[in-house]
């Protein structure tokens, strides 16, 4: 079995991610790493080839500027790394999301696991989201709960944006016309956690980060530019540790701490999303949103 990791980026100093902690955080699971960088204003580059990790390998790319609309753009730099993974399985990581070194062992044999099981074509994680500092989750069906990160790499899938995987469906025919369809795709859970550090970051990384998304998105979405501006129901405290990998980016660039903003007034989405809240308490049901379908659930 080959596994092949891979991630885009661009401005990840100027930006604050932990994109070197990320990579080495998957790199005992990978035969590969594969990082699409593009051209950008920091020395992410020169960050990149100082690791000295013989299993990375770094394509330099220009990002597409007219295109701007629903992340499309994130879509096209994922499928440059993913095009040149070279294994059974793709394992992708955004430059904000890190593996804990306890689940290294139970990843692997996930992998070896679901090898030969062709139906599964790909593996979902929790998520750890974390908000406004390292103490903190946001934990509401607002955000995803679930996640693929692995994908069989013989698959053929293309990334619509950044978060997800579309798998090219058999062309059918409608009324004369010849048409190809795509499906998400069929998944095992694995319930080994992913840890989101993008929204702990200090906050003056905010910023820069709104104005970067805000560019590369239709007028509908919309990155905040500060902590605290959301519904306090929609986070809760973290408990647990933190993978071992982060503990000098948590010292430097995590935001120390973060308050509500006492002003802040319910909007339509989160009252929504307080009602969904209510009926998961009631019926035990996530109502989170997934792109992909649960058929396995792995045990190990």
Known sequence: MKVSGFSFLRDG???????????????????????????????????????????????????????????????????IAQYNCTGDWAFYLEADEVLHEHDHDRLHDAMAHYLEDTEVEALAFDYRHFYGDASHLH?????????CRIIRNSLRAIAPDGLYWAVIKDRTWHGGRNKRRTRYPRAAVLNIPIYHYGNARHERYIQDKAAMGNRYWSEKQAFGDSYGRLDPAQVSRFEGDHPAVMAHWLAEHANPSFSFDPDHRLTRRERKHRRLAWLERLTGRDFSKRHFKVIRHWDG
């Open 13 to 79: 100093v100027r930006l604050g991610y932990p994109f070197e902690e990320s990579i080495r955080s998957a790199l005992p699971v990978c035969d590969e790493f594969i990082v699409a960088v593009g051209r950008g204003s920091d020395d992410t580059l020169a960050r990149l080839r100082a690791m000295n990790e013989p299993k990375l390998r770094l394509i330099e790319t220009t990002w597409n500027e007219a295109c701007r609309s629903h992340g499309f753009v994130y879509g096209q730099q994922k499928m």
């Open 139 to 147: 934990t509401t069906s607002q955000v995803y709960r679930r996640a």
